[in-house]
C-alpha cells in the first residue's frame, strides 16, 4: 500500500465468462471481478463473493476449544 501497487488483470474479456482476482497483502483481501453486465451476473457473483467472505471468516476464527491444551 505504501507504493499504490495494483493488481495487473488480464486484458481478456468475455462475456458468458466471470473473472475472479485474489490478492493477499499485509493489510488484508482484495478482491477484484469481472463478469457479464447482467443483473443474473451481478447477483450470482455478489452471492459468491458473500459466501466466501464468510467461509473466510470462519477459517480465520480460532475456536478457544482447538487452542486448549495447545504450546
Not at 463478469?35 to 467472505?53: H, K, Q
Amino acid at each position: 500500500n505504501d507504493w499504490d501497487a495494483r493488481t495487473l488483470r488480464a486484458p481478456v474479456r468475455a462475456d458468458d465468462e466471470v473473472y475472479l482476482w485474489l490478492v493477499r497483502d499485509r493489510d488484508g483481501l482484495n478482491v477484484s471481478t469481472r463478469y457479464p453486465e447482467t443483473v443474473a451476473a451481478e447477483r450470482v457473483v455478489r452471492d459468491l463473493i458473500g459466501g466466501m467472505s464468510g467461509l473466510l471468516e470462519e477459517i480465520a476464527r480460532p475456536e478457544a476449544t482447538e487452542l486448549e491444551g495447545t504450546a
